[in-house]
C-alpha cells in the first residue's frame, strides 16, 4: 500500500450503524432517494462501498447535520464514528458485545455519535448544533434536570460521574455496566453499599438516581406486582434468568393488568421487568430471518433454538436465544443448548443401540433384555439354533465399543467372579512358598 493511499485512508473516518430492530452492527453505505438507510456489512469485498467522511470536526459535524436530518425513521439507528483503517476490525468485535451483553460497553459509548451541548469534546464525538425542538437526541435524559443536591448525598457529582465515564450512559438511559461504590449519609449515619445505578424521574419530574443494591438470591418467595412464582417460574429464574412466560403484572398505582417478562438481573440478584409491548426483538439472528412464528414464541418469553446461524468467524452453529428483561435485548442459552444437544446424542444413540440388537441370531429379544444389554448385563438366550439344526443356550453381552453381541456358554458374571477366586487364592499361597525357601 503506498504512503499516499495510507494517508487518506487515515484521514478519513467511516460511519457504522446499529439498526435497533436487528441488533446488528452494518457500515453505512448512504441514503436512498426516500431517505431510508443504505447499509453493507462489514467485509473486505464491500471497503469500496463505505461510505467515508473527511474527519475534520467541523466538517463532519455539518456532515452528520445534514445527513441526519434526510434520514427516515432516525429513532430507529444509533451510529458510530470509527477510523477508516479499523472498520471491520471494530465492528466484528462491536457485534461481539452486542450478542453478549448488550450495547452498554466502552468501546459504544466512545465512539457512538451523540449530542453533548457545550460540553468539552472527546475523541470522536460530534459537537452538533442546538437541534430544533422535536429532533432527535439520543439522550434519554437532560443533564439540567437532573437532582444533584439528592446526588451529593450518595457522595456522587457531576465531576465524579464524569470522571469515571459513567454520565453519559446514565443520560442515555442505561444502568452502570458494572457495580458503583455509594455512601448513603443520612446524617446519623452512612451506609456504603455497592449498586447499579440508573436514572428516573421522580412524581415531581426532577431526575433521581435510582440505587439497585445487591441480593445474595432473589427474592421469590413474595408477590411481584401482585404475581406469585409457581415452582416452575422459580426454577427457570434461578436456571436461565428468564421466566419463560408471559404474565399479568398490577400497576402500582394505575392498577391496570399489564402483560410483562420477568428476568434475573445477574449483577444484583434483582428482578427486573419489561412490558411485552415494549420488548425490542431481532428479525434476523446471525444471519437468519425470524418467521412470524418464532418472533411470537420470544414474545411469549420462551426460549427459542435457532439453527443454522453464522458465527462472526463464519462457522455455522446452533443456539437457544431468549429475550432478557435485564438486559433489554435477546441473548444466547449456549449452556441449554449444549445440555439439549447430549441429551439428543444420547437418546439417538441408545436408539441406534436398541435397533442393533431387536434380534441375536434369529431370536427376537424382549425390550427388557435389550435394556439389560444396553445396561452392561448379560441376558440369558434359550431355544438358538445351530447351523445343524440343533438347540442350544446361553449367555449374551453386548460391548457398546465395538458394537457387537457376544456369545458365550458360561455365565461371563461366574466366569470373572471364578479368576477373581482363583487370583486370590493364588495369592493368599504365595507368603506360604515364600516362608518354606531356606535363605
Given at each position: 500500500?503506498?504512503?499516499?493511499?495510507?494517508?487518506?485512508?487515515?484521514?478519513?473516518?467511516?460511519?457504522?450503524?446499529?439498526?435497533?430492530?436487528?441488533?446488528?452492527?452494518?457500515?453505512?453505505?448512504?441514503?436512498?432517494?426516500?431517505?431510508?438507510?443504505?447499509?453493507?456489512?462489514?467485509?473486505?469485498?464491500?471497503?469500496?462501498?463505505?461510505?467515508?467522511?473527511?474527519?475534520?470536526?467541523?466538517?463532519?459535524?455539518?456532515?452528520?447535520?445534514?445527513?441526519?436530518?434526510?434520514?427516515?425513521?432516525?429513532?430507529?439507528?444509533?451510529?458510530?464514528?470509527?477510523?477508516?483503517?479499523?472498520?471491520?476490525?471494530?465492528?466484528?468485535?462491536?457485534?461481539?458485545?452486542?450478542?453478549?451483553?448488550?450495547?452498554?460497553?466502552?468501546?459504544?459509548?466512545?465512539?457512538?455519535?451523540?449530542?453533548?451541548?457545550?460540553?468539552?469534546?472527546?475523541?470522536?464525538?460530534?459537537?452538533?448544533?442546538?437541534?430544533?425542538?422535536?429532533?432527535?437526541?439520543?439522550?434519554?435524559f437532560d443533564i439540567k434536570d437532573?437532582?444533584?443536591?439528592?446526588?451529593?448525598?450518595?457522595?456522587?457529582?457531576?465531576?465524579?460521574?464524569?470522571?469515571?465515564?459513567?454520565?453519559?450512559?446514565?443520560?442515555?438511559?442505561?444502568?452502570?455496566?458494572?457495580?458503583?461504590?455509594?455512601?448513603?449519609?443520612?446524617?446519623?449515619?452512612?451506609?456504603?453499599?455497592?449498586?447499579?445505578?440508573?436514572?428516573?424521574?421522580?412524581?415531581?419530574?426532577?431526575?433521581?438516581?435510582?440505587?439497585?443494591?445487591?441480593?445474595?438470591?432473589?427474592?421469590?418467595?413474595?408477590?411481584?406486582?401482585?404475581?406469585?412464582?409457581?415452582?416452575?417460574?422459580?426454577?427457570n429464574l434461578l436456571k436461565t434468568?428468564?421466566?419463560?412466560?408471559?404474565?399479568?403484572?398490577?400497576?402500582?398505582?394505575?392498577?391496570?393488568?399489564?402483560?410483562?417478562?420477568?428476568?434475573?438481573?445477574?449483577?444484583?440478584?434483582?428482578?427486573?421487568?419489561?412490558?411485552?409491548?415494549?420488548?425490542?426483538?431481532?428479525?434476523?439472528?446471525?444471519?437468519?430471518?425470524?418467521?412470524?412464528?418464532?418472533?411470537?414464541?420470544?414474545?411469549?418469553?420462551?426460549?427459542?433454538?435457532?439453527?443454522?446461524?453464522?458465527?462472526?468467524?463464519?462457522?455455522?452453529?446452533?443456539?437457544?436465544?431468549?429475550?432478557?428483561?435485564?438486559?433489554?435485548?435477546?441473548?444466547?442459552?449456549?449452556?441449554?443448548?449444549?445440555?439439549?444437544?447430549?441429551?439428543?446424542?444420547?437418546?439417538?444413540?441408545?436408539?441406534?443401540?436398541?435397533?442393533?440388537?431387536?434380534?441375536?441370531?434369529?431370536?427376537?429379544?424382549?425390550?427388557?433384555?435389550?435394556?439389560?444389554?444396553?445396561?452392561?448385563?448379560?441376558?440369558?438366550?434359550?431355544?438358538?439354533?445351530?447351523?445343524?439344526?440343533?438347540?442350544?443356550?446361553?449367555?449374551?453381552?453386548?460391548?457398546?465399543?465395538?458394537?457387537?453381541?457376544?456369545?458365550?456358554?458360561?455365565?461371563?458374571?461366574?466366569?470373572?467372579?471364578?479368576?477373581?477366586?482363583?487370583?486370590?487364592?493364588?495369592?493368599?499361597?504365595?507368603?506360604?512358598?515364600?516362608?518354606?525357601?531356606?535363605?
Amino acid at each position: 500500500m503506498s504512503t499516499e493511499t495510507t494517508q487518506r485512508q487515515v484521514e478519513h473516518d467511516v460511519l457504522l450503524v446499529n439498526d435497533k430492530t436487528k441488533n446488528k452492527i452494518q457500515v453505512v453505505k448512504g441514503l436512498n432517494k426516500e431517505g431510508k438507510l443504505e447499509t453493507v456489512p462489514p467485509t473486505k469485498k464491500n471497503q469500496n462501498q463505505f461510505l467515508k467522511v473527511d474527519r475534520n470536526g467541523d466538517f463532519f459535524s455539518n456532515f452528520f447535520s445534514n445527513f441526519f436530518s434526510q434520514l427516515k425513521n432516525p429513532t430507529q439507528f444509533t451510529f458510530f464514528r470509527v477510523p477508516e483503517l479499523l472498520t471491520i476490525k471494530m465492528a466484528n468485535q462491536m457485534q461481539k458485545e452486542l450478542n453478549q451483553s448488550g450495547p452498554t460497553h466502552e468501546l459504544f459509548l466512545k465512539h457512538q455519535i451523540t449530542e453533548i451541548g457545550n460540553e468539552s469534546k472527546k475523541e470522536n464525538k460530534v459537537a452538533e448544533p442546538v437541534k430544533e425542538e422535536g429532533q432527535y437526541s439520543s439522550n434519554k435524559f437532560d443533564i439540567k434536570d437532573i437532582d444533584w443536591d439528592s446526588l451529593s448525598r450518595l457522595g456522587l457529582s457531576k465531576e465524579k460521574l464524569q470522571e469515571m465515564d459513567l454520565l453519559e450512559p446514565l443520560l442515555q438511559g442505561y444502568k452502570t455496566k458494572d457495580l458503583v461504590a455509594v455512601n448513603l449519609d443520612l446524617g446519623s449515619a452512612v451506609f456504603s453499599l455497592d449498586a447499579r445505578l440508573s436514572l428516573q424521574k421522580n412524581e415531581e419530574g426532577k431526575v433521581v438516581m435510582a440505587l439497585e443494591g445487591v441480593k445474595k438470591y432473589p427474592n421469590l418467595n413474595v408477590p411481584l406486582y401482585g404475581h406469585e412464582f409457581s415452582k416452575q417460574d422459580k426454577h427457570n429464574l434461578l436456571k436461565t434468568g428468564n421466566m419463560g412466560r408471559v404474565v399479568d403484572l398490577v400497576h402500582p398505582t394505575t392498577k391496570e393488568m399489564i402483560p410483562s417478562v420477568v428476568s434475573v438481573d445477574r449483577l444484583t440478584n434483582n428482578l427486573v421487568v419489561t412490558r411485552v409491548e415494549k420488548m425490542q426483538l431481532p428479525q434476523e439472528v446471525k444471519g437468519i430471518v425470524l418467521s412470524e412464528q418464532q418472533l411470537q414464541t420470544l414474545k411469549d418469553g420462551k426460549p427459542l433454538l435457532v439453527e443454522g446461524m453464522t458465527s462472526a468467524k463464519g462457522n455455522l452453529f446452533n443456539a437457544e436465544i431468549q429475550f432478557n428483561a435485564a438486559k433489554g435485548h435477546i441473548e444466547f442459552l449456549f449452556e441449554n443448548t449444549n445440555k439439549q444437544s447430549q441429551s439428543q446424542n444420547q437418546t439417538q444413540n441408545q436408539s441406534q443401540l436398541s435397533d442393533d440388537l431387536k434380534t441375536f441370531r434369529g431370536k427376537e429379544l424382549t425390550k427388557k433384555q435389550q435394556s439389560d444389554l444396553l445396561e452392561g448385563k448379560p441376558i440369558y438366550i434359550k431355544d438358538l439354533i445351530d447351523k445343524r439344526g440343533n438347540p442350544y443356550q446361553g449367555y449374551v453381552t453386548y460391548n457398546k465399543e465395538t458394537k457387537q453381541a457376544d456369545f458365550s456358554f458360561q455365565n461371563p458374571n461366574k466366569e470373572q467372579q471364578s479368576k477373581a477366586q482363583s487370583q486370590s487364592e493364588k495369592q493368599a499361597d504365595e507368603p506360604k512358598k515364600t516362608k518354606g525357601r531356606k535363605m
